[in-house]
């Protein structure tokens, strides 16, 4: 499985950026799609994931802000991400459990500054 991420960017506070992952399988299949972010010096966190079945967990901190979706005929997952603001700047990596085994995409930064 191969996943790539895109979407990152520079955006203001209060702006929005819509994050993609792109996979080389049938998401349908995966267990898991989710979003983690890093910023240096601490731990990657869980943002948001989605399960087969399409039940949702988010982070408290981004709810009411961020969407996570995924499109099974297209085997890509999104990041809507609203409402932006300056700790939310990481670098977001896209994340798939299938059969007990993790895969991890690149990361795409995103950076919230004026």
């Known amino acids: 499985v191969h996943l790539q991420a895109s979407g990152g960017g520079l955006v203001q506070p209060g702006g929005s950026l819509r994050l993609s992952c792109a996979a080389s399988g049938a998401i349908a299949e995966f267990d898991y799609m989710g979003w983690y972010r890093q910023t240096p010096g601490k731990q990657r966190e869980l943002v948001a994931r989605i399960s087969s079945g399409g039940t949702i967990t988010a982070v408290d901190s981004v709810k009411g802000r961020f969407t996570i979706s995924r499109d099974n005929a297209m085997n890509t997952m999104y990041l809507e991400m609203n409402s932006l603001r300056p700790e939310d700047t990481a670098v977001y990596y896209c994340?798939?459990?299938?059969?007990?085994?993790?895969?991890w995409g690149q990361g795409t930064q995103v950076t919230v500054s004026s």
């Open positions: 994340h798939a459990l299938y059969y007990r085994r993790q895969y």
